[in-house]
């Protein structure tokens, strides 16, 4: 970490330690490579998977798995939104796969080639050593003067001038209504786990706890393997995740000239301003995607307390229309509510029991009174449980216990300040202590779809860039 200087002294190399190798970490790693600094970091990378770049999201192999948003959307370079689609061009990553080309000329792969495209990018620089992996998970980051150590599950240590919070969203929460399942075989309450859907027989009958993105998954992939029984998906509000525009649209909107300050003026104007796309003769979808790229200037337009109330009331909303599923996916539950072996209900748990034969549950319908159900099979999918990121890890637990870091007042992640500088219990950010990726959501708005996180990754590493230039110290 010793460079020489043009003078003859030399310089010592900053460390930039982050934690978490998915899109968020891996594309700060590499924007931050590809910066222009005159001495580059040493750069670590901690990530127990096998790969940098595929995180949670990308990891998976299942084939039923694929991106929800069209290839030509997805790159790891804001400035270059081709370069996923050219890669797969080049690599001929979907020669296997027909089904990943739609009617419309779109192109929806299976997740695990987008994870394949960015830790191919990240490859060269981990051959010649302008970023290191670390093959584990960190059990402790503890400040030690100016520096942070980081202790990891390899029993390694290390010492870093910044560290860089890139880690995953918590796994969902178990309703406490279905904690009595609790080590019931049949009981999955995290989807994620690789394996966790083996136990589901081919005609078990099926409750999904939730309508989101992993609920549209978990029927595809089940349908994959031949299950045939029937399936019934809850939410509180019977909301499930959209599809695609039937026709390629450019966004519509202005949301940045006049900006909302409180949840129901965004609303008003959302609203508003679907009514004219039809005029337009364009689909809702179209709105969205403008919202969703003007999405940072209208978070920070809003007041702490106005982004409470759209995390805590419209936010399921946004969700079922931002989060759209992949045409493929959408075929398949189409195709199982056509033939009435899926039921979308409005509906929650009351309270569930387990015998030898089933698993009874009573739901309390939205519009309705309470009904008893008996299943085989019970799957949570309500979603991260963003409130307890600062719970789900000894290491994050700690940092906060240490009044290093805090929850975001929207409940949504870790509070930083617009610069990604984690905010400790003080209220004084830490200029050495970044946060990347959904983490930061509660600050910079959306941050949940790839080429918002693409962005992320890419200014959280020009802002490391100006510290890291202004770090660089002889010695």
């Given at each position: 970490?010793?460079?020489?200087?043009?003078s003859?002294?030399?310089?010592?190399?900053?460390?930039?330690?982050?934690?978490?190798g998915?899109?968020?970490?891996?594309?700060v790693?590499?924007?931050?490579?590809?910066?222009?600094i005159?001495?580059?970091?040493a750069?670590?990378?901690?990530?127990?998977?096998?790969?940098?770049?595929?995180?949670?999201?990308?990891?998976t192999a299942?084939?039923?798995?694929?991106?929800?948003?069209?290839?030509?959307?997805?790159?790891?370079?804001?400035?270059?939104?081709?370069?996923?689609?050219?890669?797969?061009?080049?690599?001929?990553?979907?020669a296997?796969?027909?089904?990943?080309?739609?009617?419309?000329g779109?192109l929806?792969?299976r997740?695990?080639?987008?994870?394949?495209?960015?830790a191919?990018?990240l490859?060269?620089l981990?051959?010649?050593?302008?970023?290191r992996?670390?093959r584990?998970?960190?059990?402790?980051?503890?400040?030690?003067g100016?520096?942070?150590?980081i202790?990891?599950?390899?029993?390694?240590?290390?010492?870093?001038?910044?560290?860089?919070?890139?880690?995953?969203h918590?796994?969902?929460?178990?309703?406490?209504?279905?904690?009595?399942?609790?080590?019931?075989?049949?009981?999955?309450?995290?989807?994620?786990?690789p394996?966790?859907?083996?136990?589901?027989r081919?005609?078990?009958?099926?409750?999904?706890?939730g309508n989101?993105?992993t609920?549209?998954?978990?029927?595809?992939?089940?349908?994959?393997?031949g299950?045939?029984g029937?399936v019934?998906?809850?939410s509180?509000?019977?909301?499930?995740?959209?599809g695609h525009?039937?026709?390629?649209?450019?966004?519509?909107?202005?949301?940045?000239?006049?900006?909302?300050?409180?949840?129901?003026?965004l609303?008003?104007?959302?609203?508003?301003?679907?009514?004219?796309?039809?005029l337009?003769?364009l689909?809702w979808?179209?709105?969205?995607?403008?919202v969703?790229?003007?999405?940072?200037?209208?978070w920070?337009?809003?007041?702490?307390?106005?982004?409470?109330?759209i995390?805590?009331?419209?936010?399921?909303?946004?969700d079922?229309?931002?989060?759209?599923?992949?045409?493929?996916?959408?075929?398949?539950?189409?195709q199982?509510?056509?033939?009435?072996?899926m039921?979308?209900l409005a509906?929650?748990?009351l309270?569930a029991?387990?015998?030898?034969?089933?698993?009874?549950?009573?739901?309390?319908?939205?519009?309705?009174?309470?009904?008893?159900?008996?299943?085989?099979?019970?799957v949570?999918?309500?979603?991260?449980?963003?409130?307890?990121?600062?719970?789900?890890?000894?290491w994050?637990?700690?940092?906060?216990?240490?009044?290093?870091?805090r929850?975001d007042?929207t409940g949504l992640g870790?509070?930083?300040?617009?610069?990604?500088e984690?905010?400790g219990?003080?209220?004084r950010?830490?200029?050495t202590?970044?946060i990347?990726?959904?983490?930061?959501?509660?600050t910079?708005?959306e941050l949940?779809?790839?080429?918002?996180?693409s962005?992320h990754?890419?200014?959280?590493?020009?802002?490391?860039?100006?510290k890291?230039?202004a770090?660089n110290?002889?010695?």
């Amino acid at each position: 970490m010793i460079a020489e200087g043009s003078s003859g002294g030399t310089i010592r190399r900053p460390v930039v330690a982050i934690i978490g190798g998915g899109v968020s970490g891996a594309g700060v790693a590499y924007h931050l490579t590809h910066s222009s600094i005159g001495t580059p970091p040493a750069i670590l990378v901690f990530e127990p998977r096998g790969e940098l770049g595929r995180g949670l999201a990308y990891d998976t192999a299942d084939p039923a798995h694929r991106i929800n948003v069209p290839a030509a959307r997805m790159s790891l370079l804001p400035d270059r939104p081709e370069d996923f689609v050219e890669w797969i061009g080049r690599t001929d990553a979907v020669a296997d796969d027909p089904d990943a080309h739609r009617p419309d000329g779109s192109l929806y792969p299976r997740r695990h080639v987008f994870g394949a495209y960015v830790a191919s990018a990240l490859s060269p620089l981990l051959r010649n050593g302008s970023v290191r992996h670390r093959r584990a998970r960190v059990t402790e980051v503890r400040r030690d003067g100016t520096l942070w150590q980081i202790f990891d599950s390899q029993g390694g240590q290390c010492f870093a001038d910044f560290v860089v919070i890139a880690t995953s969203h918590p796994a969902p929460s178990t309703p406490g209504a279905l904690r009595s399942l609790e080590g019931h075989p049949r009981f999955v309450a995290d989807s994620t786990v690789p394996g966790s859907l083996d136990a589901i027989r081919p005609l078990d009958r099926l409750l999904i706890v939730g309508n989101g993105l992993t609920a549209a998954d978990i029927v595809a992939s089940l349908a994959r393997t031949g299950h045939r029984g029937p399936v019934t998906s809850i939410s509180r509000r019977g909301l499930r995740s959209r599809g695609h525009a039937p026709n390629p649209q450019d966004p519509f909107g202005e949301f940045e000239a006049a900006p909302a300050h409180s949840a129901a003026a965004l609303l008003r104007s959302v609203r508003r301003t679907i009514d004219d796309a039809k005029l337009a003769g364009l689909t809702w979808h179209a709105v969205i995607d403008q919202v969703r790229s003007h999405g940072h200037a209208i978070w920070q337009n809003l007041p702490v307390a106005e982004r409470c109330r759209i995390a805590r009331h419209i936010r399921p909303y946004w969700d079922v229309h931002r989060f759209r599923i992949a045409p493929q996916v959408e075929d398949v539950l189409e195709q199982a509510i056509a033939e009435g072996r899926m039921e979308v209900l409005a509906a929650s748990v009351l309270n569930a029991k387990r015998d030898d034969e089933a698993i009874h549950v009573e739901l309390k319908r939205r519009n309705g009174s309470p009904v008893e159900r008996s299943f085989d099979a019970v799957v949570v999918t309500t979603g991260p449980a963003h409130g307890g990121i600062l719970k789900s890890q000894a290491w994050l637990s700690k940092l906060h216990d240490q009044s290093h870091l805090r929850l975001d007042p929207t409940g949504l992640g870790i509070a930083c300040t617009d610069r990604s500088e984690a905010i400790g219990g003080d209220d004084r950010p830490d200029p050495t202590l970044l946060i990347s990726g959904p983490l930061a959501r509660g600050t910079f708005g959306e941050l949940m779809g790839l080429p918002q996180i693409s962005e992320h990754a890419a200014f959280v590493a020009n802002e490391l860039a100006r510290k890291v230039s202004a770090r660089n110290v002889r010695t």
